[in-house]
C-alpha cells in the first residue's frame, strides 16, 4: 500500500482550498472597490458643493461648444493628434485630441481623471487646480460630463512613474482645456463597461456575492450604436474589413475583375421557397438570393475569372446562431480549363492567405476580441486537406454515427466530422468535396463516373460549413432539364439558360458569407456579433 505525504493535500482536498482562495480573494478584491466608490462618491459630492460667486477668467477654456462653432465657421489650422497615437515619445508636447468622455472621476474638488476613449483607444487626462491653467470650475465642469459625450482636450503629454491600468495608452495628459462638442444624454440604456464585460468577469463577480449587469443579446442590438463602442465590437468589424480587403486583393492578384450584379431578379436564384417577393413595377420579382445566376453569365461575357462583394437575401424563417435574412457574400466565379480542383486550389491559397494576414495584421483587434470571448486561434494546413464526401461518412461511420450516403450532413454530423477531422489531421479548416447531386443546385455539374455524385464542395471552419461550390453546368439543355427536376420555372430564368447558347467555357465558383468567416475565424457563438446590423427573422431595425 502506498500512502500520500504528509506535506502533500490529496487532489480533492486541494481543488476544495484551491476554491476557498478564490473565492476570498474575490470578496476582498470587492470590498477593496465599495471602499473606492464610496471615496469617489464623495470626492465627486465635494465637487458639485464648489460655489463658483465670482466670475472664472479661465471660463474660455472650458464649457460647451455653441452651435455656430460646430457649423463649419471657419478653419482654424488646428491639429489634432489620435489617442491611439499618443506615446512616451511625445513627453511634453502640447497636443489635441478628440473623443468619448468615458470615465469621469473626482479626486478632491481640485483634482480629477478623465478617460477619453477614440476608436478603441483610451488615455488618462489629470486636470489638477493651479494658477493660471486649471480651475476649480473647469473641474466641476468636466465632472459633471455625461459619460460618452463628445470632448476635445488639449494638454501637455506626460509619463508617470507607474502603469496606468485604467487607459490603452501609457501616457497621461495635463488637461489645460475641455470642452464639450456633443453632450450624451445623462442616463444610457445600456453602459459601454456593462456591455464589454466578459462571462468569465461575471462569473469572477458572483463568486465573490457581487452581482454584475449582464448585458443580453437583444439589448444589445436595440442599442446597437452603443453596443458596438465595446473594444470587442471595435476589434470584430476591423477584422471583417480585412477579410474582405484581403479577399479582393488576393483575387486581383490571381486576375480575377470584381463586378456588381443586381440584387432585383424575375426568379429564383437558388431554388426553393426561401426567398423574398416582391412587386417590380406590376411584374413579380425578388431579391437575389446570390448573385449565381449572373456571375456565371459574367464568365459567359467572357471575363474569364470573376469576383463579388454585395447583400446576399434568404427569406429562410431559421432562428439559428448562423443564419441571417441578409448578409455579405463574397462570391468567385472562374473558368475551369480541366478539373473542378481548380476552384479549390483557389480556396486553398486564398483562406490559408487570409488566415495568415488576419493572424499578422490584426493581434490588437484578435487581443480585443479575445479579452470579452476567450478563444483557441485557429489550426490549419499550409496545404488544405481535402476529403471526398465519402470518405467523410466513412469516418463518421468509425465512430459510430450512420447518416445517408447520398444526403447531406446536419449541423450535429458537420461538428461531429469536424472534431473527427481535428483529432486525426490536426486542422480546423477542410474541403469536403464530390456530395450527393440531389443535395446540390440544379446547376450543380454531375460527376462523370458516378452521376448520383457531384463535382462540388464545402468548406469547413471549426466543425461549420462556410463555403459551398461546384463546377457549373454550362450546358443549356442540360441546365434547363437540371432546373426542371429541381422544380424551378424555366421560363423564369430563360434569359440565364439562353446565355450559354451563345458558347460558354467549363466553370465553376463558390460563395461564403463574410460575416460566417468572422464569427467562425474568431469562435463566436452568434452571427449577430459579426453582422453590424443584423436582419433575421425577427429584427430590421434599427
Known amino acids: 500500500m502506498s500512502s500520500a505525504s504528509p506535506n502533500q493535500p490529496k487532489p480533492e482536498e486541494d481543488g476544495v482550498n484551491n476554491d ?8 476582498k478584491e470587492a470590498a477593496k472597490q465599495q471602499k473606492r466608490a464610496a471615496a469617489a462618491a464623495a470626492a465627486a ?81 489629470v486636470l489638477t487646480v493651479s494658477p493660471d491653467v486649471v480651475s476649480l470650475g473647469m473641474v466641476k465642469f468636466a465632472t459633471g460630463l455625461n459619460r460618452e459625450s463628445y470632448v476635445d482636450v488639449e494638454g501637455t503629454v506626460s509619463v508617470p512613474n507607474s502603469p496606468i491600468k485604467g487607459a490603452s495608452q501609457q501616457v497621461e495628459i495635463q488637461v489645460r482645456k475641455v470642452y464639450c462638442i456633443s453632450k450624451a444624454v445623462p442616463t444610457l440604456p445600456i453602459n459601454i463597461e456593462d456591455a464589454a464585460r466578459s462571462e468569465l468577469e ?43 480587403n484581403i479577399f479582393r486583393q488576393f483575387l486581383l492578384s490571381e486576375g480575377f475583375v470584381g463586378i456588381h450584379t443586381p440584387k432585383l431578379i424575375a426568379g429564383s436564384s437558388e ?50 446562431h448562423r443564419h441571417l435574412c441578409e448578409f455579405t457574400g463574397l462570391d468567385v466565379e472562374m473558368e475551369i480549363k480541366e478539373h473542378y480542383s481548380e476552384v479549390m486550389d483557389i480556396v486553398d491559397r486564398l483562406f490559408v492567405a487570409l488566415f495568415d494576414s488576419l493572424n499578422e495584421r490584426c493581434q490588437k483587434e484578435l487581443e480585443a476580441i479575445g479579452k470579452q470571448y476567450p478563444f483557441e486561434p485557429l489550426k490549419y494546413l499550409r496545404k488544405t486537406l481535402q476529403l471526398t464526401f465519402q470518405e467523410g461518412v466513412q469516418l463518421l461511420k468509425e465512430a459510430g454515427i450512420e447518416i445517408d450516403p447520398l444526403g447531406d450532413l446536419n449541423t450535429e454530423s458537420e461538428r461531429k466530422l469536424g472534431q473527427l477531422v ?41 466543425g461549420e460549413e462556410i463555403i459551398s461550390g461546384a463546377q457549373r453546368v454550362h450546358l443549356p439543355d442540360f441546365l434547363a432539364t437540371r432546373a426542371e427536376a429541381c422544380g424551378i420555372d424555366v421560363k423564369s430564368i430563360s434569359t440565364y439558360v439562353d446565355s450559354f447558347r451563345y458558347g460558354a467555357p467549363p466553370h465553376g465558383g463558390f460563395g461564403v458569407g463574410l460575416e460566417r468567416v468572422v464569427m467562425l475565424f474568431c469562435a463566436l457563438n452568434n452571427i449577430r456579433k459579426t453582422s453590424l446590423f443584423p436582419r433575421d427573422p425577427l429584427r430590421i431595425a434599427p
Open 20 to 27: 476557498t482562495q478564490s473565492k476570498k480573494a474575490a470578496k
Open 202 to 244: 461575471i462569473d469572477k463577480a458572483l463568486q465573490a456575492g457581487e452581482q454584475l449587469v449582464r448585458v443580453n443579446q437583444d439589448t444589445r442590438l436595440n442599442f446597437r450604436v452603443l453596443d458596438l463602442r465595446t473594444p470587442s465590437n471595435q476589434g470584430i468589424f476591423r477584422v471583417q474589413c480585412q477579410v474582405e
Open 271 to 320: 431554388g426553393g421557397s426561401a426567398v423574398f417577393r416582391l412587386d417590380y413595377k406590376g411584374q413579380p420579382a425578388c431579391l437575389a438570393q446570390s448573385p449565381q445566376l449572373h456571375k456565371q453569365m459574367a464568365i459567359c461575357g467572357d471575363f474569364g475569372r470573376v469576383f463579388e462583394v454585395g447583400p446576399v437575401f434568404r427569406a429562410e424563417d431559421s432562428f439559428t
Open 45 to 125: 459630492a465635494a465637487v458639485t458643493a464648489i460655489s463658483l460667486d465670482a466670475p472664472d477668467p479661465l471660463a474660455a477654456h472650458y464649457g460647451d461648444v455653441p452651435l455656430e462653432d460646430l457649423q463649419s465657421k471657419s478653419v482654424t489650422g488646428r491639429e489634432w493628434t489620435e489617442v491611439g497615437s499618443l506615446t512616451e515619445g511625445l513627453e511634453g508636447r502640447t497636443v489635441l485630441v478628440r473623443g468619448r468622455a468615458q470615465t469621469i472621476r473626482a479626486v478632491s474638488k481640485k483634482m480629477a481623471f478623465l478617460i477619453v476613449r477614440e476608436k478603441g483607444f483610451t488615455v488618462q487626462c
Open 422 to 462: 481535428l483529432e486525426k489531421y490536426g486542422t480546423e479548416f477542410y474541403i469536403l468535396h464530390r456530395y450527393p447531386l440531389a443535395v446540390r443546385p440544379f446547376y450543380t455539374m454531375p460527376c462523370s463516373d458516378d452521376p448520383t455524385y457531384s463535382n462540388s464542395f464545402d468548406v469547413f471552419i471549426r
